[in-house]
């Protein structure tokens, strides 16, 4: 085994912040997670499904979008578990969740923000996403809050200096959230061409049957999610923990590509970050566990 060589314009590439928000519900067969599949023409993960999630805009941590919060910012760096951020940079990763939640399947993370609203919004979504309307304002225009309490904070993925499979680097704050009562997700025709709801393994059985491409952080995350039998028991569970870190290392496996998590022998980070496997290795054009596909699982 030995680590990836990386070319220093990679080593310089600066992760941009992202935010992502992971939607469950109860379906017949247990816990269901929402898949978006983008488009395949995307610069990055193009024809890919991952989480609804985008980069943190300007606009996000703007006092306009401030004012949408149902609480005051200075709590949030504590509830994403990083006292060190300014509170309007912690806020800005939730309205940027909130935001993207509505851009792509339009879904409102509001107060008083329920079918109605969304059907209201109809047209003021396409002026979103057209960029003739700004998030704070739409908000604002519908006298709405964002529910803040809605959206949990997960865990927070670093992309490797050199990516597994993409071009841009991410610092991205994953967020748990149950699918906003009353209403239903809709694609919005351009970056999303498909929703999918499916259980964990069901999403990671299409990816090993290369019916589904998923990238390593949504991969890890759905066997993180195959350990909870219900949507109120994976968000309990988020609420009583900090969000761990997770920063992926490359490392090449008997020449094949692979990626090592917190807890791996091969990790510069000794304690384990997550209750999955501490490897995914790059066989038969899959990140799969060097055990094979029931090691998500165990």
């Not at 220093?8 to 941009?16: F, G, I, K």
């Not at 949030?76 to 806020?91: I, K, N």
């Not at 939730?94 to 059907?119: D, M, Q, S």
């Amino acid at each position: 085994m030995r680590r990836m060589e990386l070319n220093q314009a990679t080593l310089d590439t600066p992760a941009r912040d992202a935010a992502s928000i992971v939607m469950l519900r109860d379906g017949p067969a247990g816990l269901q997670v929402l898949l978006v599949r983008r488009h395949a023409n995307a610069t990055d993960l193009g024809g890919a499904c991952v989480f609804p999630g985008g980069k943190v805009d300007a606009g996000d941590s703007a006092p306009e979008a401030l004012a949408r919060l149902d609480v005051a910012a200075d709590g949030l760096p504590a509830r994403l578990g990083e006292h060190a951020l300014a509170p309007h940079e912690a806020a800005a990763f939730f309205v940027a969740a909130a935001r993207e939640a509505f851009e792509e399947v339009g879904l409102l993370y509001t107060h008083h923000g329920g079918p109605a609203a969304t059907g209201l919004d109809a047209a003021a979504r396409a002026s979103l996403l057209d960029g003739t309307q700004a998030f704070a304002a739409l908000l604002a225009r519908q006298g709405l809050t964002l529910d803040t309490a809605a959206l949990v904070p997960w865990s927070r993925w670093i992309t490797p200096r050199q990516p597994a499979v993409m071009t841009r680097r991410f610092d991205t704050r994953f967020f748990l959230a149950a699918a906003p009562a009353g209403q239903t997700p809709v694609g919005d025709d351009h970056e999303v061409t498909e929703l999918l709801w499916l259980t964990p393994r069901e999403a990671l059985a299409r990816y090993r049957d290369h019916l589904i491409d998923l990238a390593p952080p949504q991969i890890i995350s759905l066997a993180h999610l195959a350990r909870y039998a219900s949507a109120a028991q994976a968000l309990q569970d988020a609420r009583q923990r900090p969000p761990p870190r997770i920063a992926p290392e490359p490392f090449l496996h008997h020449g094949a590509r692979a990626l090592s998590y917190p807890g791996d022998p091969c990790h510069s980070e000794t304690g384990r970050a997550l209750p999955t496997p501490t490897r995914l290795v790059f066989q038969n054009r899959r990140f799969l566990p060097e055990e094979g596909f029931d090691a998500f699982f165990a």
